[in-house]
C-alpha cells in the first residue's frame, strides 16, 4: 500500500488562530470535517461556513464529511462491539460496518494518497470523539494516523485496547475493553 498519513484534530474551545496554526505547522492541506452538524452555538468560528472561510486564509481547503463519516449513531440491537459500553461509540463502530461508512472512509483515504489532510470533529482529545474509531478503522489498514494534540505535541494513533481485527474486520467484542470516556 502507498504510504498514506491522515492527521486528526479537535477544535474545542481553542482559538482560530491556534487551530490554523497547528494544522499549517503539520502541512495541512485540507481539512476534512467529520462532525455530523457542521455547527457550533458556543463555538461560532467554527460554523460551517465560517470555517471555510478562515480556512482559506491560511490556504487549507474544506470538505464536509459529516453525512457519510460524522458521529451519533445509534447502535444495533445485535451488536457485536459490546466491549464499548458507551452507547454513542458502540453505535458508530456498529455504523463503520456499513457501505456508507465504507464509501466516505475510502474518500478520506484516496484524498489523503495526493494531499495533507487532517480530520477534524469537535472534541478536543481523540479519546473523547468517534474519530479515534475512524483512526482505529485507519489503522486497520495500515494508514498512519497522527494526533494533533496542542500547540506542542502530537501522538501516533494507538489501536483501541479490545479492538479485534479478523478477516478485515474491525471489532469490539463484549468484555475486553475498558470504558472509552465520551463527553
Known sequence: MDSVKIWTIGHGTRPVEELASMLGSAGVELLIDVRAHPGSRRQPQFNRTALESWLAEHGIGYQWEGRALGGFRRPRPNSRNTGLRNESFRGYADYMESGEFAAGAGRLVESARGTRLAMMCAEQHPSRCHRRLISDWLASRE?????????????????????????????????????LDIG
Open 143 to 179: 494508514i498512519e494516523v497522527e494526533h494533533l494534540i496542542d500547540m506542542r505535541r502530537s501522538e501516533p494513533h494507538v489501536l483501541t485496547k479490545g479492538a479485534v481485527i479478523a478477516a478485515g474486520l474491525l471489532t469490539y467484542p463484549g468484555g475486553v475493553q475498558p470504558d
